[in-house]
Structures are given as C-alpha cells and as structure tokens.
C-alpha cells in the first residue's frame, strides 16, 4: 500500500487538509526507510519487525520525542489501514522518551571494523570507509552522505563536501594502511557495481545516494550479528 493510497482512504473519511499532509510526510518517510524489503507489507511479523526498527532509528536520529510520538501514531492509523488492528496494542508500549545514545567503546569499534574488514560485498566495504572517516575525521553520517569526492593530494587525501549549496574540505594527513586500502576498495567496487560517475561519492547498489536510514540498517545488522549495542553518538 502506498502513501498515496492511504492518503486517499483518509480524505474518503474527511480528515483535514493539515492532518493529511502530516499523515503522508511521516508515512512516506517510514516507506522510504523500508524501500528494500520487498512485499514485507503482506508479512505481519515482517512489518512490525520493520517498524520496529524504524522507531529505533528515530531515537537514535536527532528527532525530538514530540515527532517520533506523531509518527508512531501515524503508524498506528497507516498499520489499520492495511488491516493490522493490533497495531494500537504494540507500538504504544515502544512509545516512551528516547534513551541517550552513548559513543561506542574503542575496543567495541575495532572489533566492529575486523567484522567488516572480512566481508566483502559491497554494502559491507562502503560502510567500513564511512566509519573510518566517521571516526577519523569527527564527522556524522548526515555528512558523510553528503561527501561528493575524495582526492590525493601528495601525502594527504581531501574530502569534499557539499551541504546547503556550501563547500567544505577536510583534510586527512598520513592516512593509515587500513583506509587507503578501504578507499581503493570501495572505488573499485563502486566502479564495478555502478560506475564512477554518481551524483555523491557514497551510493547504494542502484547507483542512487547512500542515505542515513541504509547506512544505520547495515549497521544494526553487522552489529547484532557480533553483539555490540549500535546506540553510538556517531551515526546520530
């Protein structure tokens, strides 16, 4: 079912136009988050599990606990629509204050980087560059998918960035093996998979920019698999 299906159902029961255009905002952005499950609305179990990790996503994201209340509620009226009644009795429980993230422990993170260092799909290699510039360079991740192209320049590598029409460099002086190896890794990859001319240097498998929500869910999975808690300040 589409936003703009359900947008209909609620206009067919005269709900106002402000109401409307917060319904689909808030519908559109939980459909875009689940964009690469495939037919998961038909699955129960696979829905909630989706909406599960939506909300958690919310908490982990800079969003105020006002808006994360709309949107489940939003949720709940959207998981109705499609016949999931229950949906009132299990997301009201997930509806409390959002827990302070805390930054990942240094041992928890090197960890992190040896489990991704041996897989070698694509996802897995663009994901172990982004957090070695996350944690290289201070950034957060709604920078990083904003990273337009990354440069040699003699002894360094320069990272351009472009965010509200504004232009930023950073500057990475005596990279270590390990991200010079990474960076020649995903650059072949990406040439491989999609070609080198994209709109932002960091891109999922259709070519399309890499965003946040695709970023945090490869995360989770990578992190659920070795056991370390993905509540870090870094990917916010």
């Given at each position: 079912m589409?936003?703009?299906?359900?947008?209909?159902y609620?206009?067919?029961?005269g709900?106002?136009?402000?109401?409307?255009?917060g319904y689909?905002?808030?519908?559109?952005?939980?459909l875009?988050?689940?964009?690469?499950?495939?037919?998961?609305?038909?699955?129960?179990?696979?829905?909630?599990r989706?909406?599960?990790?939506y909300?958690?996503?919310?908490?982990?994201?800079?969003?105020a606990?006002?808006?994360?209340?709309?949107k489940?509620?939003?949720?709940?009226?959207?998981?109705?629509?499609i016949?999931?009644?229950?949906?009132?009795?299990?997301?009201?429980?997930?509806r409390?204050?959002?827990?302070?993230?805390k930054?990942?422990?240094?041992?928890?993170?090197?960890?992190l980087?040896e489990q991704l260092?041996k897989?070698?799909d694509f996802?897995?290699?663009?994901i172990?560059?982004?957090i070695?510039?996350i944690?290289?360079?201070?950034?957060?991740?709604?920078?990083v998918?904003n990273i337009y192209d990354?440069?040699?320049?003699?002894?360094?590598?320069?990272?351009?960035?472009?965010e509200?029409?504004q232009?930023?460099?950073?500057?990475?002086?005596?990279p270590?093996e390990l991200?010079?190896k990474?960076?020649?890794?995903?650059?072949a990859?990406?040439?491989?998979?999609?070609?080198?001319?994209?709109?932002?240097?960091?891109?999922?498998k259709n070519g399309n920019?890499?965003?946040?929500q695709?970023i945090?869910r490869h995360?989770r999975?990578?992190a659920?698999k070795?056991?370390?808690?993905l509540?870090?300040?870094m990917f916010k």
């Open positions: 589409t936003a703009e299906q359900f947008i209909t609620l206009k067919g029961k709900a106002k136009p402000n109401t409307i255009a689909k905002g808030d519908i559109q952005h939980f875009d988050f689940a964009a690469h499950h495939e037919n998961f609305i038909s699955d129960k179990d696979e829905y909630f989706i909406v599960e990790d909300i958690n996503f919310l908490k982990q994201g800079h969003y606990e006002s808006s994360i209340a709309r489940i509620y939003s949720l709940i009226r959207y998981s109705e629509f016949g999931y009644d229950e949906a009132k009795n299990i997301l009201k429980p997930i409390r204050p959002a827990v302070k993230a930054r990942i422990k240094e041992n928890d993170f090197e960890y980087v260092k897989n070698d996802m897995s290699t663009a172990l560059l982004i070695l510039l944690n290289r360079l201070r950034i957060k991740a709604s920078q998918i990354i440069s040699e320049n003699e002894q360094s590598y320069v990272v351009k960035i472009v509200n029409d232009v930023y460099y950073y500057n990475i002086n005596k270590d991200f010079e990474s960076l020649a890794k995903y650059v990859k990406k040439a491989d998979v999609v070609g080198n001319h994209t709109q932002t240097f960091f891109v999922a920019p890499l965003s946040r695709v945090w995360m999975n990578i659920d070795v056991g370390i808690p509540r870090i300040t």
